[in-house]
């Protein structure tokens, strides 16, 4: 008997085994997947040189480590164990605070001020460094003056400052801690640099709002970013009375539903911690009377910019929209048309623009502006034949244990990240500098995508001849620099050609947007014709709208 | 491959066990013998060719031993047999050390130094080279008779749960079951308990624990204050041993799922009351090797109480040296050796007078000092981070920044001190030793595979477990 039972105790042993083994292989049972980004590693090829160095048995672990069977529900209760009885989670990025408030692992090192360490290693670096940078971005506010653009800070609030009594506990800091968006905040004053600090008042805010400031489990500022943005508009207007719509916030409406908990997600618990925070929308008017005028807005920043579009009527208050997203991706105009931020012609953009904002929350001030500001420092004053000439005494300066190939990269990625080591950007001296060329062709290059007709042209031509528009669109400014005929002269354009150009300009947009993919198939199939003919026709009548109410040119 | 990893856990154990319960039982060692050797080679691909090839000739020089007509051609065979096991730890383990050492020195003279390619270590050299020295001097002795089967040698020498870091089976114990083993489900069951005790003591304690030591002792030593240095030694006090007798747990209950009965390697190490008494509670197996094959041969205590001395200081010495090419390991050998001396001399009755209590906590911190000598390789750290245990500069601890390390700590401690009080020595008892009814089987078993699902959870969640006795 006793035999008999071990016996079963072993065989079921070994199949649950078997069951790890079949449940990643076949997955009969499927689990709620894991949320945020997930590494995955390829099987790893066997090869002799693999093995014997160690790799492949490091890529088979992780291989397994990320694939065995039941890894979810492994992952998940560990993750609820770690959390339910130590408060503690596994997602590097996020700090459980008490009464299941959830915090930026960033956004706390912030508010002890440890997190300058991890970029510039010692404070006094750190201060070292943001006055430097506060000095560059001077400069380029000088330099955008010059062109009618005025460049701008914003400082949205963290979490952690506005609910800083939910943080979980932290050693005392030492005295000599940088806290950076205030160190920021005090060196662009002391300049009178323009710029929005919004931590002051949301912490003023707090405690006589009707209405959380932040969610309970999401880092961003989500319904009442929109006090944020009403702060920004009418301050940008201030600055040069340019004629922004008025904005009026009349109230945040508490929503039935519950806020999505979308930090929560990625810590991957077992079981939910509860959601308690309800979802807000806010009322907001806005009126564009008598000389009001619709900027072009270029931000560039970090995640908090999205919450604009979401609770902002945008639209309404903007002519055009550039977010560069941490400097790195661009989303053009209201569609949000995705580029990584070295594939689009950055000066055009910048000089396009009727305000720059440095856009930024509290724990990304520590990264400054992604160089952004050298960037765009460099785009404007200094031409690619004077970037060219100071490489070789770049190189001289670095040291010589490299070969020549590395060394001018090195001597390339020193420049771009200081830009002040180019005589005319040096000093404290505002530049002497600049890239006329470049700032005419872009300026014209503007020009002309602003007209219509122009625009519809180039588009015209780039279709016959299979290039780029951006290339056609240099090629029509250079033209038009130096007198050289042109290409708008020789493409006839008249509505029909506008009205043929709008369409397929719009049937690719929806082509592109999942959305309006899964309406326009639903249409097709109830209507009974193809996703294509529903697509044109639907862009037609758009089009033809817009026609009739005098919106296309 | 180590224990704690996907691959061995969730592949190679699975298969292995397939393999080995669904083969006739006269196949089974060819199937352990082709699984070991497949587990080393995965881990240690260069040097699976220096493990067989000195296995085997070891083994035929201990059959010329055997058949050798005179004594000296015994002497001769055993001799050879003995610089093949320790040549081979000499080269490997201690050349760099030695070069280094003597490049020193030179240095210092003004000479030119020795050039060096430095030699990577195999894994598990230290445990299979004394294990082979076992079989030959057992053979040379006439304790035993030879393995008449190369394969049955090769088992005995890669066998993959004690190949790389132990228990050291001696050839005495194990010779017998390696050519007749009963099988019993039962059996198999309670090293399946075994196996995840040791799993869950390795990972849900000495990988919690060890995250912080390493941060801890990673940090400027000169700063830190006297209360957080006696809460890291303490910390890495039980990471050490849940670290090492959890993979001596692995090693038992994998070797009793197949039948065999591996020798205990620990018996409650921290609750002895003396340095001797920890000696024979703590790596039970080292002590014993130790214990036949050099301090016995060195004349033990038979030739005077200063010779006795000093064969256990060579003993401890060359014990330190074992754990490591270091000088840190040295001394932390030199200490032992010299507490056990003096207990031998005036402190082991002094021992006696203050009670049990007062010796278990005196040679607790003994021994944790010891670790802090063996834990930091930098003597002028180690003097540093003592220094800091005595500096009496203390600090408020906040045992909220760190919830689940003071935790695991406490559990540590209970774990590692339950064994002082009846109740615990008798739970013990019941866990490890006792054969379990089926009523036991069926509250048991669902305990160990939760555990085990656990232990893979906090494996693959946290992704930090590295084996400490596996440079050894």
């Given at each position: ?118 970029f510039y290693k010692t404070?006094?670096n750190?201060?070292k460094w943001?006055r430097k940078n506060?000095g560059m971005?001077?400069k380029l ?201 070295t ?25 400054a502006?992604?160089n952004?500001v050298e960037d765009a420092l460099l785009l404007l004053c200094v031409s690619d034949s004077l970037f060219d000439a100071q490489i070789p005494w770049v190189m001289d300066s670095l040291q010589h244990d490299v070969c020549e190939d590395s060394l001018r990269a090195h001597a390339i990625k020193t420049l771009k990240n200081n830009p002040e080591l180019i005589p005319g950007l040096d000093g404290d001296a505002m530049p002497t500098i600049r890239n006329?060329q470049a ?115 | ?472």
């Amino acid at each position: 008997m006793k035999k008999n039972f071990c016996k079963i105790l072993c065989f079921v042993t070994m199949a649950c085994f078997v069951l790890v083994f079949v449940q990643e292989k076949w997955r009969p049972f499927e689990p709620k997947p894991l949320a945020g980004v997930n590494f995955t590693t390829e099987f790893p090829a066997f090869t002799l040189e693999n093995y014997t160095s160690g790799n492949l048995q490091r890529d088979l672990e992780q291989y397994s480590k990320e694939n065995f069977g039941f890894r979810e529900w492994a992952i998940r209760l560990y993750n609820q164990y770690s959390y339910s009885c130590f408060n503690k989670t596994y997602c590097h990025f996020i700090v459980p605070g008490k009464d299941g408030y959830l915090f930026y692992t960033e956004a706390f090192s912030e508010y002890y001020g440890i997190e300058p360490l991890h970029f510039y290693k010692t404070y006094d670096n750190a201060r070292k460094w943001a006055r430097k940078n506060v000095g560059m971005m001077n400069k380029l506010r000088y330099v955008l003056k010059e062109y009618g653009i005025e460049f701008l800070c914003f400082m949205a609030p963290d979490k952690a400052e506005i609910y800083s009594e939910y943080l979980p506990y932290h050693e005392p800091p030492t005295p000599d801690v940088i806290h950076t968006a205030a160190y920021y905040d005090s060196l662009m004053t002391a300049i009178d640099f323009p710029h929005v600090e919004m931590t002051k008042w949301y912490q003023a805010m707090k405690d006589t709002a009707s209405f959380p400031l932040f969610p309970k489990r999401d880092t961003h500022w989500r319904y009442s970013a929109v006090f944020g943005y009403d702060s920004l508009f009418s301050y940008m207007d201030n600055l040069n009375h340019f004629g922004i719509p008025d904005i009026h916030v009349n109230k945040l409406i508490k929503l039935d539903t519950m806020y999505p908990e979308n930090d929560e997600q990625t810590l991957n618990l077992m079981f939910p911690i509860g959601n308690d925070s309800p979802k807000y929308r806010a009322d907001i008017t806005v009126d564009c009377g008598e000389g009001c005028r619709k900027p072009k807005v270029l931000f560039v920043g970090d995640s908090f910019i999205w919450d604009l579009e979401t609770y902002m009527p945008w639209k309404e208050i903007l002519e055009d929209v550039e977010i560069w997203f941490y400097n790195k991706s661009a989303f053009v105009g209201f569609e949000k048309e995705k580029h990584p931020i070295t594939e689009i012609n950055r000066l055009r953009s910048i000089l396009n623009a009727d305000y720059v904002v440095w856009y930024s929350s509290g724990y990304q001030w520590s990264r400054a502006s992604y160089n952004f500001v050298e960037d765009a420092l460099l785009l404007l004053c200094v031409s690619d034949s004077l970037f060219d000439a100071q490489i070789p005494w770049v190189m001289d300066s670095l040291q010589h244990d490299v070969c020549e190939d590395s060394l001018r990269a090195h001597a390339i990625k020193t420049l771009k990240n200081n830009p002040e080591l180019i005589p005319g950007l040096d000093g404290d001296a505002m530049p002497t500098i600049r890239n006329t060329q470049a700032i005419a062709l872009a300026q014209q290059a503007n020009a002309i995508a602003n007209d219509k007709q122009w625009n519809v042209a180039l588009h015209i031509q780039a279709s016959r001849t299979g290039r780029l528009f951006d290339d056609i669109l240099d090629e029509e400014a250079e033209n038009v620099l130096s007198g050289r005929p042109l290409i708008r002269q020789e493409i006839q354009v008249d509505t029909a050609s506008i009205i043929e150009f709008e369409v397929g300009k719009l049937m690719d947009q929806w082509r592109n947007n999942e959305e309006s993919i899964k309406f326009l198939e639903n249409k097709a199939q109830e209507r009974g014709v193809t996703f294509e003919e529903i697509l044109e026709a639907d862009a037609r009548w758009v089009v033809n709208e817009k026609l009739a109410n005098g919106e296309l040119f | 491959m180590v224990f704690s990893s996907n691959i061995f856990l969730l592949y190679f154990l699975p298969a292995f066990l397939l393999m080995y319960f669904i083969v006739p039982c006269r196949f089974r060692n060819i199937v352990l013998l082709l699984f070991s050797i497949v587990f080393y080679a995965y881990g240690a691909p260069e040097f699976v060719l220096i493990l067989l090839a000195s296995t085997v000739a070891n083994f035929y020089l201990v059959k010329a031993m055997h058949k050798a007509k005179t004594q000296t051609r015994k002497k001769l065979f055993c001799a050879l047999a003995i610089i093949l096991c320790l040549g081979l730890l000499a080269y490997f383990k201690y050349a760099n050390f030695f070069v280094e050492n003597l490049n020193g020195l030179l240095c210092m003279l003004g000479l030119k130094s020795v050039h060096w390619t430095k030699v990577l270590l195999p894994i598990g050299i230290s445990f299979f080279s004394f294990q082979s020295v076992t079989y030959v001097i057992d053979t040379y002795r006439g304790n035993n008779e030879p393995m008449k089967k190369l394969t049955d040698y090769m088992l005995y020498i890669i066998m993959f749960p004690q190949l790389i870091a132990g228990p050291i089976v001696r050839y005495g114990d194990i010779a017998a079951q390696i050519t007749h083993r009963n099988y019993r489900w039962s059996e198999c069951l309670q090293g399946l308990y075994r196996f995840v005790i040791g799993l869950c003591k390795k990972v849900l304690i000495a990988d919690v624990i060890g995250t912080q030591v390493d941060t801890l002792l990673a940090g400027n030593l000169s700063v830190m204050d006297t209360g957080t240095a006696w809460i890291t030694i303490m910390a890495y006090t039980f990471q050490l041993y849940f670290d090492f007798s959890g993979y001596s747990d692995m090693a038992i209950g994998l070797g009793r799922i197949m039948g065999f009965s591996f020798p205990e390697n620990f018996d409650n190490p921290y609750n002895s009351a003396s340095i001797t008494e920890f000696w024979r509670r703590w790596h039970k197996t080292l002590n014993a090797f130790m214990l036949n094959y050099l301090y016995i041969p060195l004349g033990g205590n038979r030739k005077g109480k200063g010779r006795t001395y000093l064969n256990l200081w060579i003993v401890f010495l060359l014990s330190g040296l074992w754990h490591g090419a270091s000088w840190n390991f040295v001394l932390w050998g030199a200490y032992h050796g010299l507490f056990l001396v003096m207990e031998r001399l005036f402190l082991g009755k002094w021992y006696q007078r203050i009670g049990k209590a007062p010796s278990v906590i005196i040679t607790f911190i003994i021994v944790m000092i010891g670790w802090a000598i063996f834990r930091i390789e930098d003597l002028s750290q180690t003097a540093t981070f003592i220094g800091r245990l005595f500096a009496f500069d203390f600090a408020p601890i906040h045992w909220a920044s760190q919830p689940q390390y003071y935790f695991t700590l406490v559990l540590a401690f209970f774990f590692s001190f339950v064994g002082l009080f009846p109740f615990g020595r008798k739970w013990q008892d019941k866990v490890f030793y006792t054969n379990y009814s089926n009523k036991g089987h069926a509250i048991v078993w669902p305990i160990a595979m939760l555990l085990f699902f656990f232990s893979l959870a906090a494996l693959n969640a946290s992704g930090f477990s590295p084996f400490i006795y596996f440079r050894f």
